[in-house]
């Protein structure tokens, strides 16, 4: 396995905004990248992603109209823009890779990780 390197979280208020990175210049060739998260108590869930070749993505319906996800090739970066941040979105986030298949979007798909970042939403 080769780690992804995932920051950018932190605490914000109910309807703020955060922009999470996830550096991924040490991974292999990978088919697409995403996002995950994990509440205590709750399963891992998937939250987007997105094909590296093509750009096309998915999102979760709970965080559709919220959240963006994108990528710079160029700089072998992803990126999660968090707006409208509710409290239930409280969460460890983790970068996720998959170098075969992407969707049905399922944790076993995606084969190297991040080390998580922690977003905490207060109301």
């Known amino acids: 396995q080769v780690p992804l390197v995932d920051s950018g979280g932190g605490s914000v208020q109910a309807g703020g905004s955060l922009r999470l990175s996830c550096a991924a210049s040490?991974?292999?060739?990978?088919?697409?990248i995403g996002w995950f998260r994990q509440a205590p108590g709750k399963e891992r869930e998937g939250v987007a992603s997105?094909?590296?070749?093509?750009?096309?993505?998915y999102y979760a319906d709970s965080v559709k109209g919220r959240f963006v996800i994108s990528q710079d090739n160029a700089k072998n970066t992803l990126y999660l823009q968090m707006n409208s941040l509710k409290p239930e979105d409280t969460a460890m986030y983790y970068c996720?890779?998959?170098?075969?298949?992407?969707?049905?979007?399922?944790?076993?798909?995606?084969?190297?990780w991040g080390q998580g970042t922690q977003v905490t939403v207060s109301s």
């Open positions: 996720a890779a998959a170098p075969y298949v992407c969707w049905p979007f399922f944790e076993y798909n995606y084969y190297y």
């Open positions: 040490g991974a292999p060739s990978t088919v697409c």
């Open positions: 997105i094909l590296i070749e093509g750009g096309g993505t």
